[in-house]
């Protein structure tokens, strides 16, 4: 399969930047050939860790060809013209430099397994994915847009939650997310999340979890409250395993846990139930 | 902790002195007459330098004050109140409540986090900290106030939800998600009062709202100043200078738009008049209802749509890549 143009002109701009050969495995220490990660989708070939992935690249991994990005041109803003050790502007352009992301979620449209459907992929090197104004305005956009074409959608999650520097603003964000959703899923469209490392905050508390068919990445961790807030209220550790995918599998949260490299085909396989079911869906609960 | 501790104290000894002369003034009354007016005009120079102008972590400290009135002061006040209990599936979570009510004559789901009056009850209500099995008491609430047609009335008044290991294991992220799903979808109409202080999502979970009305010295914000410190610097004892970022005031979200009206407070804030506080707050409720009683469920609806769909939307270039 060709290489489309707009993931050519990506990978150039991404291979500029990380200049770096290696990574190192955060769980088991082995040190990975860059390349050889990439092609493995960014999992440990030793101990199956899946490490945190680039939107275009996980994109480019879930569409068939193309993809029509939709929601780039939204700007970013300052609602508050926020400053602490760095101006806010400040911290979005390192960002923007750093990732070559314009924020940190990417949405479009593209052909998944034969079906078209929508898809939204955060980006934890943006900002730790964190929600403001511009990731909202891009889900709800790329949610209006699956109703008007009556398509599926799958968003990948990845977020450390609501951002501070866009205060209420950003906190506004679940309402705006939810009220698309709602549209979206009163109008018989499906919503698929799956949630990678880590879904936490304001994004685990809306759109993460109002989806028809949740499914997470092994390992990752998912939650309302962060780890060391947790910690701190309760005054003692965590165990390793609280919060992870396989956990909330274990306590009924999530509807399945699977390895990235199947996470393609079980996303075809549920958009074809969903196609032959179609004739029987319910559409427009309320219009 | 508290900016106002050593000045209110001040405060304090003034109402004291002046006490002690009303009782002793049968005596003398013409002398003591003057020097309780002379008391009376420093008590209110003092309240003005303490509570004139508060600093927007001061305002944090009146919107946590122990003698605030909390949602049940507000729900005492309706003509009566049959409390609901329950998510039907694990237990009653105390740090809210809710049940129909008549308020005004008209009948009303009233639903509010409740924090203590005292340790004994912060301890049963958490603190005014919901948990998942409270946030399902709530979506059950607000389908049952679509079932009997009545409006909802929420009273908002929480740090943030329960952060703790139980609410975890129970999917506080669901439970507050879907919360925020059966208010965008009631077919009611929706008046939210932020009465203390409104943390995060745990606190939009009670206020997505066709009115949001926001007390003077109340605070709504992304997270507490506690938890925006520890997240962006990590360091919580960085709160007054996370609270000053924040823009957490009622002033500063009514210019942003995201409340509607502002109830004001007596000089020094709820606490130091409680009842015409509640009053003044049920007035505006009632008339915000009134005027949300035109709307047909459908307009409601559409307009609550909008609504949040404009809050904070970026400007636009109109290139073919951002086009819908
Ligand atoms: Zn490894």
């Not at chain 1, 898809?119 to 929600?131: A, E, I, K, N, S």
């Not at chain 1, 109703?147 to 501070?164: E, W």
């Not at chain 2, 309706?78 to 740090?95: N, T, W």
């Not at chain 2, 809710?98 to 209500?125: C, P, S, W, Y």
């Amino acid at each position: 399969m060709p290489m489309p143009e707009w993931l050519h002109v990506r990978r150039a701009k991404d291979e500029e930047r990380n200049t770096a050969q290696w990574s190192k495995c955060p769980e088991c220490g082995e040190m990975l050939y860059r390349r050889d990660l990439a092609a493995n989708l960014w999992v440990c070939s030793r101990c199956n860790h899946h490490f945190r992935m680039g939107a275009y690249d996980r994109i480019s991994g879930i569409v068939d060809g193309d993809f029509a990005e939709i929601g780039a041109d939204v700007q970013v803003g300052d609602p508050l013209s926020w400053t602490d050790r760095k101006s806010y502007p400040a911290k979005l352009a390192g960002d923007r430099e750093k990732s070559g992301l314009s924020e940190g979620v990417v949405c479009g449209f593209g052909q998944i397994g034969g079906f078209e459907a929508g898809l939204g992929v955060m980006d934890f090197h943006f900002r730790g994915g964190t929600m403001g104004t511009v990731v909202g305005e891009r889900i709800a956009l790329l949610l209006e847009e699956g109703r008007s074409r009556a398509v599926p959608c799958i968003i990948f999650t990845a977020s450390g939650g609501a951002r501070m520097e866009e205060g209420m603003f950003a906190l506004m964000q679940l309402a705006k997310a939810t009220a698309a959703v709602t549209r979206f899923v009163n109008d018989g469209n499906l919503l698929i999340t799956v949630l990678t490392d880590p879904t936490t905050g304001g994004v685990s508390a809306s759109f993460a979890f109002q989806a028809d068919v949740i499914v997470a990445e092994p390992g990752a961790m998912i939650g309302f409250a962060g780890r060391r807030v947790i910690e701190q209220t309760i005054r003692q550790k965590l165990p390793d395993r609280f919060q992870t995918a396989e956990f909330l599998l274990e306590k009924g949260h999530i509807d399945m846990v699977v390895e990235r490299r199947r996470i393609k085909e079980m996303l075809v396989h549920l958009l074809g139930y969903a196609a032959k079911g179609a004739a029987r869906r319910l559409h427009g609960v309320r219009a | 902790m508290n900016p106002f501790a050593d000045r209110e104290r001040a405060l304090f000894e003034l109402e004291r002195r002046i006490a002690e002369l009303r009782t002793a003034s049968a005596d003398q009354p013409v002398v003591i007459a003057s020097e309780i007016a002379t008391l009376e005009a420093k008590y209110q120079e003092v309240l003005h330098d303490v509570y004139g102008s508060p600093t927007p972590w001061q305002k944090v400290h009146i919107a946590r004050h122990p003698n605030r009135p909390t949602a049940l002061e507000y729900i005492a006040a309706f003509d009566r109140f049959d409390e609901l209990h329950g998510d039907r599936a694990y237990r009653d979570d105390q740090a809210v409540v809710g049940g129909l009510g008549l308020l005004r004559g008209r009948a009303v789901m009233a639903i509010g986090q409740q924090r203590g009056r005292d340790t004994k009850e912060n301890l049963r209500r958490n603190f005014g900290m919901v948990a998942p099995e409270g946030y399902r008491k709530v979506q059950r609430l607000a389908h049952l106030a679509t079932r009997f047609g009545v409006p909802m009335v929420t009273f908002v008044d929480t740090k943030g939800a329960d952060p703790g290991i139980g609410s975890e294991e129970r999917a506080q992220s669901e439970a507050i998600a879907q919360c925020l799903v059966a208010f965008t979808d009631a077919t009611v109409p929706i008046v939210a009062v932020i009465i203390g202080e409104g943390g995060s999502g745990g606190a939009l979970a009670l206020a997505i709202a066709d009115r949001v009305i926001m007390l003077e010295n109340s605070t709504y914000s992304v997270a507490s100043p506690e938890g925006c410190a520890a997240i962006l610097w990590a360091d919580a004892t960085k709160a007054e200078e996370a609270a000053s970022h924040l823009k957490l005031t009622a002033q500063d979200l009514l210019r942003f738009g995201i409340v509607d009206e502002i109830v004001p407070e007596p000089l020094g804030g709820a606490n130091r008049d409680p009842a015409t506080v509640v009053a003044r707050v049920l007035d505006r409720v009632d008339a915000a209802l009134s005027d949300l009683d035109r709307y047909a469920s459908p307009t409601l609806l559409s307009a609550r749509y909008e609504k949040y769909r404009r809050i904070g939307s970026s400007k636009r270039d109109s290139s073919p890549a951002g086009k819908r």
